[in-house]
């Protein structure tokens, strides 16, 4: 049954693990959102996997509770903003890519706002613990902020990054205002 305290994996990895094109997508991917290791996008991917194959099962289950789960999925997609439609269908969850999902992670949230100049910069605020949602400490740069969180990232603050006159805060201003 195995050790309560080392649960499974939360990630599946590629079954070829040697072909360039994914190889290459998944390096600009991670550039681009900046990824520490291919786990964290593997996790991703999975999460992405599990509602479309969730997504799948509804779309031949057409009983009452296929019909409540879907709106069940349709919401949590929803309060995510993973899924923007106003009214969803199963087609929508099933075209999802893998963007949409890291666009709602802490750490790319943070480098949209302009709370850090980069991406790799903002995963270090994270994970030093200068960012706060909703007044709470978040140090995983992976926590998906959800649209009601939106809004109330900031910096924590008893951080030396609250202070308006912090050199790495200054510099984001100004590079903004140029």
């Not at 799948?56 to 999925?73: F, P, Y």
């Amino acid at each position: 049954m195995g050790d309560p305290r080392r649960l499974g994996k939360k990630y599946d990895t590629p079954n070829h693990p040697w072909i360039g094109e994914r190889i290459q997508s998944e390096k600009e991917i991670s550039q681009k959102y900046g990824l520490v290791n291919k786990k964290e996008l593997w996790k991703m991917e999975t999460q992405l996997r599990n509602y479309r194959r969730q997504a799948r099962k509804l779309i031949s289950d057409t009983t009452t509770q296929g019909g409540k789960e879907a709106v069940q999925l349709f919401n949590v997609l929803k309060r995510y903003a993973i899924l923007v439609e106003s009214e969803p269908t199963l087609d929508h969850v099933l075209s999802l890519n893998i963007e949409s999902i890291l666009e709602r992670r802490l750490q790319t949230i943070v480098y949209r706002k302009g709370l850090a100049k980069t991406a790799k910069q903002a995963r270090q605020f994270i994970v030093h613990g200068h960012i706060a949602v909703n007044g709470k400490r978040v140090t995983a740069p992976a926590y998906l902020v959800s649209v009601a969180e939106n809004d109330a990232i900031e910096y924590v603050p008893n951080s030396p990054m609250a202070s308006e006159n912090h050199p790495e805060r200054t510099a984001a201003v100004s590079e903004e205002n140029q």
